[in-house]
């Protein structure tokens, strides 16, 4: 049997694996090529690389379901890229730099780091998907 905080982990786990199927779809129907899911190092994790126009994209997605996003009596609203803090865009330079590092890509090589923002509505089974570009690591 669950205990309900494992119960509410792997949902969240769920519905992040969801979105990053979601968002892969999103890209490539707008001509990004995929090139890799989930690389993982200790230090962090690169939910997708994907390339277009010869840039490679390093893509985060932050995904809630619509559910999570209504706001409870005195709350604001919540926005899934309000968690692209300092210490997550800290960590984010880290595996870039393990991953160009380790694929070898060449230094002249162009890239950005784009945020994918996936709400979903699970009754509905329908997503809004908005994608902001070139976010800055500061």
Same mark, same amino acid.
Do not use: C
């Given at each position: ?17 969801l ?5 892969? *779809?999103?890209? &490539? ?9 989930? %690389?993982? =190092? !200790?230090?962090?994790?690169?939910? $997708? ?5 010869n ?16 706001? *409870?009596?005195? &709350?604001e ?8 803090? %300092?210490? =997550? !865009?800290?960590?984010?330079?880290? $595996?870039?730099?393990?991953?160009l ?38």
């Amino acid at each position: 049997m669950y205990h309900r905080d494992e119960m509410a982990q792997n949902k969240h786990i769920a519905i992040g694996q969801l979105g990053e199927k979601i968002a892969q *779809k999103y890209l &490539e129907n707008r001509k990004f090529r995929f090139i890799e899911r989930n %690389f993982r =190092k !200790k230090w962090g994790e690169l939910d $997708i690389v994907m390339q277009k126009d010869n840039v490679l994209h390093f893509i985060e997605v932050k995904a809630g379901s619509f559910h999570d996003s209504v706001p *409870k009596d005195g &709350e604001e609203s919540y926005r899934p890229e309000d968690h692209m803090h %300092f210490h =997550k !865009k800290t960590r984010m330079k880290r $595996i870039i730099q393990s991953y160009l590092l380790e694929k070898k890509v060449p230094p002249h090589q162009e890239w950005t780091i784009d945020l994918v923002v996936v709400h979903m509505n699970m009754e509905t089974r329908k997503a809004q998907v908005r994608i902001l570009e070139n976010i800055l690591l500061d």
